[in-house]
């Protein structure tokens, strides 16, 4: 009878070792992901901080970021005050977004005349109106997305701009294009804008 006692007692002491061992694997399994979570967060906040120039400016007033999907320029302003200087960077701004508009489209317009064989001071003039079309149309979608003060009081402004903007206004001018000459196509003169923006991105 001795021996039936004890070896209950032994399998309830196992059971138990067993029930201890379960806790401290999870205790140790919670330990563990929230340390992982710790070296998440101080890795990312290390990301953020690292976005700063030597001179403590933010990283986008020298090297604005770059998507497929959404052109960004930076414009800077320094007047008598704030508001001013505000809006004298976002001109400065927009001047920009306007210039790689345009030569974006010219871009793109050019080597579709060169392959297409026409060229004289009608295909030139046909450009320019286009161009200067496209570009009063399409840079009403910018915003800005960032901003900052610098020390000296200058404003800096981060602007962004969404491609499809100026793909869906050069689609319109094309389709004018090809209503007014069979000799357009607008998916051809599409795809030449296409081959034009995957070049800025080498």
């Not at 704030?82 to 974006?104: C, G, I, P, Y």
Request: proline letters at 3%; hydrophobic letters at 35%; charged letters at 20%.
């Amino acid at each position: 009878m001795g021996g039936c006692g004890d070896g209950g007692t032994g399998f309830f002491t196992i059971a138990a070792d067993i029930r201890n061992q379960g806790a401290s694997m999870k205790r140790n399994t919670i330990l563990l992901l929230v340390t992982a979570a710790a070296v998440v967060i101080l890795l990312t906040a290390a990301g953020c901080a690292s976005k700063v120039n030597p001179d403590g400016s933010p990283a986008w007033t020298t090297n604005p970021p770059s998507t497929r999907s959404t052109y960004y320029t930076v414009g800077y302003g320094k007047l008598s005050n704030v508001q001013n200087s505000l809006v004298r960077a976002e001109s400065a701004a927009k001047d920009r977004l306007a210039r790689w508009a345009s030569t974006t489209v010219r871009g793109a317009l050019t080597n579709y005349f060169q392959d297409s064989g026409e060229s004289g001071s009608q295909t030139v003039e046909m450009m320019e109106s286009i161009s200067s079309q496209i570009v009063n149309i399409s840079v009403n979608g910018a915003r800005i997305e960032e901003q900052w003060i610098d020390p000296d009081g200058g404003v800096w402004v981060l602007l962004s701009y969404p491609v499809k903007n100026l793909k869906d206004a050069y689609q319109r001018q094309a389709e004018a294009l090809e209503r007014k000459s069979e000799a357009y196509q607008v998916q051809l003169l599409l795809d030449y804008l296409d081959i034009e923006l995957d070049g800025q991105e080498n």
